[in-house]
């Protein structure tokens, strides 16, 4: 089992950056592939980017392509968001996820494929 706490999140000026971190416990984390997922008010919670067990391998949603980075460092159990050019768009509660011991190259994209989520944290990114 493996618990996740984000943090990170903030008000933002469109146009600027924030950097996401969610830390895991347990002493397992390499076996998990990571994600990110965000819900905004009134929308369903949408798949924003995931990451492969090794890092080696990253998804991202067409939306945040080429604005948003994903890493993660294993021997600190934490996973990283990294946003730039954030838009109004980009609003929402952003949780972390894991998916214990998926293929090893897997980026898993559906809700279902994960196991543990964090609580959430939230962005705004004001016009």
């Known amino acids: 089992q493996v618990q996740l706490v984000e943090s990170g999140g903030g008000l933002v000026q469109a146009g600027g950056s924030l950097r996401l971190s969610c830390a895991a416990s347990?002493?397992?984390?390499?076996?998990?592939?990571m994600g990110w997922f965000r819900q905004a008010p009134g929308k369903e919670r949408e798949f924003v980017v995931a990451?492969?067990?090794?890092?080696?391998?990253?998804y991202y949603a067409d939306s945040v392509k080429g604005r948003f980075t994903i890493s993660r460092d294993n021997a600190l159990n934490t996973v990283y968001l990294q946003m730039n050019s954030l838009k109004p768009e980009d609003t929402a509660v952003y949780y972390c996820a894991a998916s214990w011991e998926i293929g090893a190259a897997a980026t898993p994209a559906r809700n279902y494929e994960y196991d543990y989520w964090g609580q959430g944290t939230q962005v705004t990114v004001s016009s």
């Open positions: 990451i492969s067990r090794s890092g080696s391998s990253t």
């Open positions: 347990g002493r397992t984390f390499s076996r998990y592939a």
